[in-house]
């Protein structure tokens, strides 16, 4: 089985403050893991992928994520933050099971960007 | 250029009233999902289908039906509904996947349809 665990539920950070939003995750098989942000009122968006290759992952807005085998982890970073970017942000894996794409989402991590 | 459309977007329910939820893709996707979101625990897939004509239960899938005539649509039913109920419900739609091919295809989200069961 696979889970996701979003450490932090609220996180909040000042304007042109770097933020790391943390993510762990436990499964037997080799996954996939996305981040997707949610604005309010709004479905979920994808923010940025990996799959393979570099562990150091680039998505929009200015956000990265990095890959860690070893800690089972897939931190978000973003070095300087704006009001912009207050929304929840979810972790997930995903892997192929039985043919479809099963996806587990974390709990989510609500960022509070403070003016 | 519409990607995923839910309706209604609100609704309020009396305990043991049904209703539907409509969701509408136009990507050609196969795959379509239905998921409830409460505070504090994230996303739960509650239905999912994988091609037209064809359904299948995920984690939370007491008390919800769903059908999935025609490709495109992908229907959430209560038939008597619960305050346990009470959630924000997304449907999600994907591109084909099969056996043998990395699962990266990334979920196209409608923008929620807030319920309320009192």
């Known amino acids: 089985a696979q889970s996701v665990t979003q450490l932090d539920s609220q996180v909040p950070v000042f304007e042109e403050a770097p933020v790391e939003l943390r993510c762990n995750y436990s499964s037997s098989v080799s996954v996939y893991l996305f981040w997707y942000v949610q604005y309010p009122n709004q479905g979920l968006q994808l923010l940025l992928k990996?799959?393979?290759?570099?562990?150091l992952v680039k998505g929009i807005n200015g956000f990265e994520a990095e890959f860690n085998k070893s800690q089972t982890s897939f931190h978000l970073r973003k070095p300087s933050v704006h009001i912009s970017d207050t929304a929840e942000y979810f972790c997930a894996v995903t892997l192929n099971s039985g043919g479809y794409q099963k996806v587990t989402f974390g709990t989510g991590t609500k960022l509070q960007v403070i003016p | 250029n519409a990607g995923v459309t839910q309706t209604p977007k609100f609704r309020v329910l009396k305990t043991g009233q049904s209703m539907t939820l409509l969701c509408a893709q136009d990507m050609n996707h196969e795959y379509m999902y239905w998921y409830r979101q409460d505070p504090g625990m994230g996303l739960r897939l509650i239905h999912y289908s994988v091609g037209e004509g064809t359904t299948a239960k995920g984690e939370v899938p007491d008390g919800y039906n769903v059908s999935r005539l025609k490709k495109q649509n992908f229907l959430l039913g209560l038939e008597s509904a619960a305050p346990s109920q009470t959630s924000v419900y997304f449907c999600a739609s994907s591109y084909s996947l099969r056996t043998g091919i990395p699962t990266n295809e990334k979920l196209f989200f409608g923008s929620g349809t807030q319920l309320s069961v009192l």
């Open positions: 990996y799959l393979s290759g570099s562990t």
